[in-house]
C-alpha cells in the first residue's frame, strides 16, 4: 500500500489549504482514513479521522475550521483547512488503516507534506 499526499504549502494566517491522499496497492479493505501532524518538536499527533461509515473524529484545535472527507471509490481522503493560524505549522501526514488479501488490518503512512503558516 502506498499514499501519496498533495497540497501542502505556505500561506497566511487566515488563509485555506486542501490536503489529499491517494492510497495505491492491493488494497481489499479500508477502515479508517485520516491525517496526523507533527510540528518541530512536538509529537504526532491526530488532526482529523473518518471511519469507513463516514463517521469523523477532530482535534480540538482544528474543529469548525477543518474538513475530513473521502472518496471509497478512490481510495482517497481529503482535508480542507480553513481559517488557519500559526500553530496549525507542521508537516502533516496521510494515515490509513487497511489490509491487502487476508491480512489483518494494518497502519499505513504517507510521506508527510509541509504546511507552514505564516503569521
Known amino acids: 500500500v502506498q499514499l501519496q499526499a498533495s497540497g501542502g504549502g505556505l500561506v497566511q494566517a487566515g488563509g485555506s489549504l486542501r490536503l489529499s491522499c491517494l492510497a495505491t496497492?492491493?488494497?481489499?479493505?479500508?477502515?479508517?482514513m485520516g491525517w496526523f501532524r507533527q510540528a518541530p518538536g512536538k509529537q504526532r499527533e491526530l488532526v482529523a479521522a473518518i471511519s469507513s461509515g463516514g463517521t469523523t473524529n477532530y482535534a480540538d484545535s482544528v474543529k469548525g475550521r477543518f474538513t475530513i472527507s473521502r472518496n471509497n471509490a478512490k481510495n482517497t481522503v481529503d482535508l480542507q483547512m480553513n481559517s488557519l493560524k500559526p500553530e496549525d505549522t507542521a508537516v502533516y501526514y496521510c494515515w490509513l488503516n487497511a489490509r491487502q488479501d487476508w491480512a489483518p488490518y494494518t497502519d499505513y503512512w504517507g510521506q508527510g507534506t509541509q504546511v507552514t503558516v505564516s503569521s
Open positions: 496497492g492491493n488494497i481489499v479493505g479500508i477502515n479508517a
